[in-house]
């Protein structure tokens, strides 16, 4: 157990609807990250956050890709008109004390 | 430009032998590695990490060893057992982003028969 949780598990949506993960750390954490793990890769950095201010974003990000942390604790990352090009495994990893991030179980998204 | 990579893809082991998986990293300006194991549909668990002042590190039946001149990372798995059958990554932190990006590689399989 990481002490993060991901929800939903799993995303199965049509292209062109929105969709919308969260992330929620048990404990707080200062910095938070979004990944994005397509199939028999590794993860990609996509953004992150310290406390509410995001403050990178990867250019995967597209426009399409929003990221919000409106109190520091969760974060919550929205896809809008989905492509089958955005099914991945999203993962957030929280930034520990002792400067490790530690993933979430991720949302898988399948988009048809 | 930055990259983590992997000499192989797949190991193949017999229970109770010794792990050594490889990895490669290209950014001189890292100082921070990771190893993490992903086992199928969950998400990256971490196993160990070494910062670039450190030559070698010590877990629970694992070892990371850094050598910084030829860029090389390696872990080590000792008397492997059929639950470390897993995927798993390196990682690496560029300090020149200022904000502790992981650039992750593309995995090699460990595949432990009993």
């Known amino acids: 157990d990481t002490g993060v949780s991901q929800d939903p598990r799993h995303k199965i949506t049509k292209r062109g609807q929105n969709v919308t993960f969260r992330c929620d750390p048990i404990s707080e954490h200062n910095r938070l990250y979004w990944y994005r793990q397509t199939l028999g890769q590794g993860p990609e950095f996509l953004t992150y956050?310290?406390?509410?201010?995001?403050?990178?974003k990867s250019r995967l990000l597209s426009d399409r890709f929003s990221a919000e942390r409106p109190k520091g604790s969760f974060s919550t990352l929205e896809i809008q008109r989905t492509e089958q090009g955005d099914s991945a495994m999203y993962l957030c990893?929280?930034?520990?004390?002792?400067?490790?991030?530690?993933f979430g179980p991720g949302t898988r998204l399948t988009v048809l | 430009g930055e990259s983590v990579g992997l000499h192989l893809p797949t190991l193949s082991v017999q229970e109770g032998d010794n792990s050594i998986i490889n990895c490669a990293y290209s950014?001189?300006?890292?100082?921070?590695f990771i190893w993490y194991k992903q086992e199928s549909g969950k998400g990256p668990q971490f196993i160990i990490d070494?910062?670039?002042?450190?030559d070698k590190r010590q877990g629970q039946r694992v070892t990371v060893l850094l050598n910084k001149t030829v860029k090389h990372l390696s872990l080590q798995i000792a008397a492997t057992q059929p639950g470390d059958s897993a995927v798993y990554f390196c990682a690496e932190s560029p300090s020149n982003t200022g904000f502790q990006k992981l650039v992750f590689g593309t995995g090699t399989r460990l595949l432990v028969s009993p």
């Open positions: 956050f310290q406390n509410e201010a995001q403050l990178e």
């Open positions: 990893a929280p930034l520990t004390i002792t400067d490790t991030q530690y």
């Open positions: 950014n001189s300006a890292s100082d921070y």
């Open positions: 070494i910062r670039s002042n450190m």
